[in-house]
């Protein structure tokens, strides 16, 4: 019985001895893995920093951008007010047809005039020698 005993306790010795390796090899591979993933989580952690870095200078670079196209569209709205609208163009054109500077007398018939060359021609005339 003590043999019995003695063979069931060694028994029960070496089943606990292989469960504490087991145990040791599970604690040991979690911490290995624990290692891996806070070294993972490290690495994330500074290519995220990287990353929203360069988005934040491309965010000021586009904000800088921004207002200059804004100042510029400023600019241009301001000037769009001293342009000719083609109304007034128009209006003009109609005034230059109504003025007709070529129905006046030319300085050179009015020297002639002037000289008595011409002295009595009539309105009539005038437009004839015009056309």
Excluded: H
């Excluded at 069931?8 to 040791?24: A, H, M």
């Excluded at 806070?38 to 207002?67: C, P, Y």
């Amino acid at each position: 019985m003590a043999e019995q005993q003695d063979s069931q306790l060694q028994f029960l010795v070496s089943d606990l001895g292989t469960r504490i390796r087991d145990l040791e090899e599970k604690a040991n591979a979690m911490k290995e893995r624990l290692l891996l993933v806070g070294s993972n989580l490290l690495e994330t952690k500074e290519e995220t920093q990287q990353k929203v870095s360069q988005i934040e200078k491309q965010n000021s670079q586009l904000l800088v951008e921004i207002k200059k196209i804004n100042s510029l569209n400023q600019m241009i709205s301001s000037e769009l007010n001293n342009f000719v609208r083609k109304d007034e163009i128009v209006l003009i054109e109609r005034m230059l047809k109504d003025f007709q500077p070529l129905d006046f007398v030319r300085r050179k018939d009015l020297e002639e005039i002037n000289k008595g060359k011409a002295v009595n021609i009539s309105k009539d005339e005038i437009t004839k020698n015009k056309n």
